[in-house]
Nanobody, 126 residues
Framework: QLQLVESGGGLVQPGGSLRLSCAAS????????IGWFRQAPGKEREGVSC????????MYADSVKGRFTISRDNAKNTVYLQMNSLKPEDTAVYYC???????????????????WGQGTQVTVSS
């Protein structure tokens, strides 16, 4: 069974940090473009960051540039999203996704992917 499982979400104070993990089972992530997306209550899902399968190319939403870092560990079949300097507006359910064809920009802008995880809640509040 092909599956993506996110972990690492939780409650954090403004200015704090979290690291989200996205672990794959049933397939190897090393040939997939991987993306992190988020959806806040009452808002549409948006692309946060995406990373290519081959050359490590990345893309970030303007709202997270300089604060979030996406990375992948193919040996562990896992992708990470390091989130620093968190703000209340970062509160959302965060999803990871994998796509075998779409490049980074297409995946992040059009929010399309072959596989999706179930999401992990991130709440930034004092």
């Amino acid at each position: 069974q092909l599956q993506l499982v996110e972990s690492g979400g939780g409650l954090v104070q403004p200015g704090g940090s979290l690291r989200l993990s996205c672990a794959a089972s049933g397939f190897s992530l090393d040939s997939y473009t991987i993306g992190w997306f988020r959806q806040a209550p009452g808002k549409e899902r948006e692309g946060v960051s995406c990373i290519s399968s081959s050359d490590g190319r990345t893309m970030y939403a303007d709202s997270v540039k300089g604060r979030f870092t996406i990375s992948r560990d193919n040996a562990k079949n896992t992708v990470y999203l390091q989130m620093n300097s968190l703000k209340p507006e970062d509160t959302a359910v965060y999803y990871c996704a994998a796509d075998s064809i779409r490049p980074v920009r297409s995946m992040c802008l059009f929010i399309k992917a072959d596989y999706w995880g179930q999401g992990t809640q991130v709440t930034v509040s004092s």
